[in-house]
């Protein structure tokens, strides 16, 4: 009688992530060919390779948490087909175009949003695509007047400045809405774990507690590192990506029932989150000028970014803090959805493509508003972005600048319009956009051609561009 030896398999991708999570979890500083170590101690029976196993751990966001060799990924800038987040279906990504100056310029990807629906700010602007490289912008469905109010707008998602959000620590300002909580003639509602936050009334608590809770201190002391790191930084981006994964987590962890009512509102933040214009921090950098003098301590700065993340919101390497965190996450690891949105939040490419999203629609105040993230620019724009409700700064209001066309797209300024053509276009680059081609910026063109100054005062502005990059490599 013969006897055979079954030979390894290779497992599916779930179970493969199924059976390296708790490994992580227990073990988070080692690399990948000790991991796999340890995996096949346990799965003899498996046929893995090592490097499946860091396309599975950097897909999943369960990359190495500690300082090591293998940060191969983080270097690179991510092109189509790297392991990363599941691109939306009706993604556009415009092809690279070349600027009047010779330069080639990249656009953000975009995609049209078909749950978006304007008429719950206001029945005067239509969403639509003007065209691929401007991606979807709103138009007006009738004439509109001048110094017209055209709709008031609350964040989706509000990442404030600094000294509003020490307010906010303090349990002066409401943590959800910003309000000063001692005007509030309703009774405050505080953190339930007494951190020092409140909210100016019950309403407000209840939207905004569960958000709250993934970056407080006591609920969630996994994210005091994260939230310390990007303070001392007063970088607002990661903060604000942080503030949209814990929403998202929130509403994963009520919509495990596809018939609830949460798992309708985790469909509508969804759809606003993935319908953001979009371009890679990596990308966008690139496209300033001097980049290359600290690309490499911009590295090193989103890798520890990156990992202090997914340390506060996803694996915790301390088991005490990873229980708190799985009380806040409660039945989102039942939410069909949860892998793809898991990949879209931690992965490196979804952190990078995440931190993109909100350079290029978070508002200067800190808020990323689901209708005017619709919004572009233009150099003659024909509306202005307003803060003008008393103690409530988060909240937005749009007002004509002059009287609009019905068809009309509306438009507002991402630069200071009173410089000249070279400067905006220069403050331009910094949101990753090419070269503006608004009727003023067209007819300044033609007028600075016709002078015959136009290449001068071009390379005027490139000289300007070479001493901010020579002051970037010297740190002044």
């Given at each position: 009688m013969s006897t055979s030896t079954s030979k390894p398999t290779s497992p599916p991708e779930d179970d493969l992530v199924d059976a390296i999570r708790p490994i992580r979890?227990?073990?988070?500083?080692?690399?990948?060919?000790?991991?796999?170590?340890?995996?096949l101690q346990s799965h003899g029976d498996w046929a893995v390779s090592e490097k499946r196993l860091r396309k599975v751990l950097q897909k999943t966001g369960l990359i190495t948490l500690a300082n090591s060799s293998h940060h191969e990924s983080v270097s690179r800038t991510p092109a189509i087909g790297d392991v990363g987040p599941p691109h939306n279906e009706g993604d556009v990504q415009s092809a690279p175009t070349i600027n009047s100056d010779g330069t080639e310029q990249e656009f953000p990807s975009w995609s049209l949003n078909a749950q978006m629906d304007p008429t719950k700010w206001t029945k005067t602007v239509d969403v639509k695509v003007i065209s691929?490289?401007?991606g979807k912008g709103l138009v007006a469905r009738g004439p509109i007047n001048s110094g017209e109010h055209i709709w008031v707008e609350d964040p989706f998602?509000?990442?404030p400045e600094w000294e509003l959000e020490k307010l906010q620590l303090s349990g002066h300002a409401c943590a959800y809405c910003t309000k000063p909580v001692a005007s509030s003639t309703m009774q405050p509602a505080y953190c339930t774990r007494s951190c020092g936050s409140a909210f100016c009334n019950r309403l407000c608590s209840a939207r905004g507690a569960s958000v709250h809770a993934f970056l407080c201190p006591i609920q969630n002391p996994a994210c005091i590192p994260f939230v310390q790191h990007v303070r001392a930084q007063k970088w607002k981006a990661p903060l604000a990506w942080a503030r949209v994964t814990a929403l998202l987590l929130s509403l994963a962890a009520k919509a495990s029932d596809p018939s609830s009512s949460a798992s309708k509102d985790l469909g509508n933040a969804l759809s606003i989150v993935r319908g953001l214009a979009a371009l890679s921090l990596e990308r966008r950098v690139k496209v300033l000028p001097g980049w290359q003098a600290s690309y490499d301590d911009s590295c090193a700065m989103w890798r520890k970014t990156h990992t202090l993340f997914v340390q506060a919101l996803s694996i915790p390497p301390d088991p005490k803090h990873l229980k708190a965190l799985q009380k806040l996450r409660g039945n989102a690891s039942k939410y069909t959805g949860i892998k793809r949105l898991e990949a879209e939040l931690f992965t490196w490419d979804g952190f990078m493509?995440?931190?993109?999203?909100?350079?290029?629609?978070?508002?200067?105040?800190?808020?990323i508003y689901a209708l005017h993230s619709h919004v572009n620019h233009s150099c003659d724009p024909n509306i202005s972005v307003r803060h003008i409700t008393a103690n409530q700064v988060s909240r937005i209001t749009i007002i004509s600048r002059r009287d609009i066309t019905n068809g009309e797209e509306l438009t507002a300024t991402y630069v200071n319009p009173s410089g000249d053509l070279w400067t905006r276009r220069r403050e331009l680059k910094e949101?990753?956009?090419?070269?503006?081609?608004?009727?003023?910026?067209?007819?300044e063109e033609e007028e600075a051609r016709r002078r015959g100054d136009f290449e001068s005062e071009g390379s005027a502005a490139k000289k300007a561009e070479l001493e901010d990059e020579l002051r970037d490599f010297l740190r002044i």
């Open positions: 979890q227990a073990h988070p500083s080692l690399g990948a060919a000790k991991l796999l170590e340890l995996l691929d490289q401007k998602v509000f990442s493509v995440g931190l993109g999203k909100m350079g290029l629609n978070m508002e200067a105040y800190g808020g949101w990753g956009f090419g070269n503006c081609m608004c009727d003023r910026c067209r007819t």
